[in-house]
């Protein structure tokens, strides 16, 4: 199996990880890579920032077409901050919740919305 390496630095074009279309573009490369059965390594290196919406776009939107055990074998990432790992985990853990029930996600969202 071949090992593919995104860093995301070299596909934004700087190290302000803030925009949820930055994200995309992550989000389709990995998708690629991921649906050709490749081993991927996603390289935090050089970011400086990092935004829950650009990790949703780049990650989070994985755990739709992926199962969490598909991407917890081929998936790794490196070169992330101790803060970064923490909003990654956050958002990671979002996603599995909303993909298995989106439905109850959005209901409960809307209860609150309504207080």
Sequence with gaps: MDNV???????????FCV???DGEKVFELLSKALKEKKKVVLSFGNI????????????????????????KDNLKVVEITNNGAISLKRVVETAKSFYKNPDALRESINKILEE
């Design 48 to 71: 400086e920032l990092l935004t829950t919406a650009f990790l949703n776009s780049a990650v989070g939107k994985l755990y739709k077409n992926f199962t969490e055990e598909e991407l």
């Design 5 to 15: 390496n995104i860093n995301i630095y070299s596909v934004i074009g700087n190290s």
């Design 19 to 21: 925009e949820a279309e």
